[in-house]
């Protein structure tokens, strides 16, 4: 644009925007006109920056003004190409702010302006300008890398233009990120991470190409994003935490794919598996499991890239430790995606999709393991049989083989199979010679099953009934041994100490005697004479009698009669 001898100045704001107003309906003629118009918007503009216009949204006013006026409907390229010029060989950071504020609010009405600005060599020109106006004007900083980030997703980056990134500055924009971690919702927080995200996009673009075409691209391209996670992950762990809370946040398809990008780069590259807090990978794994449920079926390519990125997570980070996090979700997950749990009327899910659900599906903690239920200790305990019956109620894919298969007592073939040998190698098996007898193998072992104690029965106040002993067995009844010339010497008559005898019954003499139970309580001792007489009167009675006269009724001798010697009679 050509030099203008007229200035413009405002004295106050409402001033300011009656001289835009005049610039921006000023009629033009020639070349010279319209140069002189765009000059003098630009001027007033930069001067009323610091004075008028301190919110992006009065800035944004002043261009949306220049993109309708008849200036620019006019003469579109020429206006563009101008501006575009004037970014590259201007130095002074008001103007630059108007022209970048332009030219963004442009570039997103029509992509072919960022197209021109790649071709024209902007990206290096805000690579400059991005690492020199950093300390001295923030809100052009901020504006410079909104504006390259809205560049480069649009537009594939030359070879030459992206070998311009050094180390230095994508370690610059960590820094960054770094400095301002005590405020998350910072919208300079996040422009300076969209670069990150769609630089490293840039990177695995020309990975991709030079894969194809080894003309097109050096045939090793270094991803400076992942080079500097690698080397100093460490100590940029607010980025990490910042690209999961967008992920989280974003409703933007291409958005999401950015971030997917990275976290793919990130799982599966070795050094840079665990950069992720594993509270983080939590979160992470929640936020995919509510997106991959709340995709519609149109958004296949989104829903693609979530299951790429699923299973390198689960495989290869922190997640794959016990205790597994969310596994019964994810297996449920699977089974939705594969179309199982849906309806008839749902259409079927497509050849990649399953083809990716196998593949996390895949994962070893995420296979179904049979493994044996734990012994009952209670008689209340739940048996095999009832355990089936749960897991069938509930539908559960876990497998229950080992519940179907065991005895209480005894463990399922499939579970020895599964056991390790730590048998040491001396006792492996050996090859048998030919000839010998087959291995007869040895019997199952039985786990008998421990029983429990009975339960204590408890008193209704909380004391325990104590249990008496049982009274001791009464003693023996004493027996009075008495010899009969009848029965002759050697002879004994058992006599019971107390009831009816056997003579009593009318038994013979020298019949057996029943022995009758001592009652409780042995009566008094009588006196020793009378027991005496008693006795002598009864041998008395018994041998004057017959043969066949019995004894005296009533008589019983409960004295202990000492044994006489053979043939002596009895005192």
Known sequence: MADSSEGWSAESEQQFWDSLAEILSSPYQTAEQLDNALRSWLQLVAQARNKYLESEDNIARCSQGLLGSPIFRDNADYVRTQLIYTLLQEDKLARLHVIANFLLLDGRAEEGTFRRMISEGCFVRLLELIRSCGEQDVRLHRLLLQL??????????????????DDDFVTYLFQIIESLSDDASDPYHYAVIWVLLVLNEQYMIA?????????????????????????????????????????NREREKSQQLLILKLLYLLFTT??????FYTNDLKVLLDVIIRKL??????????????????????????????????????????????????????????????????????????????EPPPA??????????????????????????????????????TIHQTQPDFRPRSQEKEPRPEGSPPRVPPPRRVLRTQKSLPEVPRHRHGVPVVKTPP????????????????????????????????????????????????????????RKARLVAAAAAAVAGTATGGEGEPAEKGLHVAVEAVPAAPGAPVA
């Open 207 to 247: 990975d991709a190409t030079a894969a194809v075409d080894a003309s097109s691209a050096p045939a090793l391209m270094t991803n400076r994003v992942i080079k500097v996670l690698i080397t100093a992950g460490s100590s940029y762990p607010t980025f990490g935490g910042n690209i999961i809370l967008l992920l």
């Open 148 to 165: 390259m980030y809205e560049m480069v997703r649009i537009e594939h980056l030359r070879t030459e233009d992206l070998l311009q990134v």
């Open 471 to 526: 009274p001791p067995p009464p003693p023996p009844p004493h027996t009075l041994r008495l010899a009969s010339p009848q029965q002759g010497q050697g002879q004994e008559t058992q006599t019971s100490v107390n009831g009816t005898g056997a003579a009593d019954a009318g038994a013979p003499t020298g019949a057996p005697v029943p022995v009758k139970k001592q009652p409780p309580k042995i009566p008094p001792p009588r």
């Open 376 to 413: 009952p200790t209670s008689p209340t305990a739940a048996s095999p049989t009832d355990s089936l019956d749960q897991h069938s109620q509930a539908g559960s894919t876990v497998s229950v083989v080992a519940s179907a298969t065991e005895k209480l007592g005894v463990q399922a073939a």
């Open 270 to 275: 070795p050094k840079t598996r665990e950069y």
């Open 293 to 370: 449920l709340d995709l519609s079926p149109e958004e296949t390519t989104l829903r693609h890239t979530y299951l790429r990125v699923l299973h390198p997570l689960l495989r290869y980070t922190q997640l794959n430790s016990h205790p597994y996090y969310k596994r019964d979700q994810i297996i449920s997950l699977l089974n939705i995606l594969r179309g199982s749990d849906n309806s008839a009327h749902f259409a079927p899910p497509e050849p990649t999709t399953l083809r990716l659900v196998e593949r996390v599906a895949s994962v070893p903690w995420l296979i179904d393991k049979v």
